[in-house]
């Protein structure tokens, strides 16, 4: 049998220029909306799925900006992660937000220097590394524990 690895899937959601964030029950710290990929299942179709459930509404992830692999370093084990960009949503969207109370205990939007105090840790890293491989003309960045591994640089003539 094939080993299996845990994926999920958070989005950068803006809504007039600000990030959203969410607080999970589990935890008591903020995270990005998304979530864990069910079998069968793409990342980008899992966080639609995600979102959806949770937070009522229905995105348009457009990119990936990161695909990070997390070490078993506590209970949850290993996993990958993705991180998505998305279309920001409009005011109806905005409105139209109502958690679902048994996996979120709140959501808001913050500027993204808030954004990176607030975020767990591991996500707060994630999506630094991930803005930071954007300043550097990445589209899109390997990462392991949110950070960026020693790499050489490429240079592409083409």
């Known amino acids: 049998m094939l080993p299996g ?15 959203c964030i969410v607080q999970p029950n589990y935890a008591s710290g903020w995270i990005l909306p998304g979530g864990t990929i069910e079998a069968e299942e793409s990342p980008r179709e899992g966080l639609i ?3 959806k459930e949770e937070m009522g509404i229905t995105i348009s992830p457009t990119h990936v900006l990161a695909v990070d692999y997390v070490h078993n370093l506590d209970i949850k084990g290993e996993y990958l992660s993705f991180l998505f960009g998305a279309a920001e949503i409009d005011e109806h969207q905005a409105q139209s937000i109502h958690l679902a109370l048994n996996d979120l205990k709140d959501f808001k939007f913050v500027d993204m220097d808030v954004a990176f105090e607030l975020l767990a840790s591991n996500v707060s890293r994630r999506l630094q590394s991930a803005l930071k491989s954007l300043t550097e003309g990445y ?3 390997y990462l392991e524990d949110g950070r960026i591994p020693l790499r050489e640089k490429l240079a592409l003539d083409i």
Not at 5 to 19: D, E, H, M, T, W
């Open 5 to 19: 690895k845990p994926i999920s899937a958070g989005v950068l959601l803006f809504y007039r220029n600000q990030l």
């Open 49 to 51: 799925r995600e979102v």
């Open 139 to 141: 589209i899109m960045v």
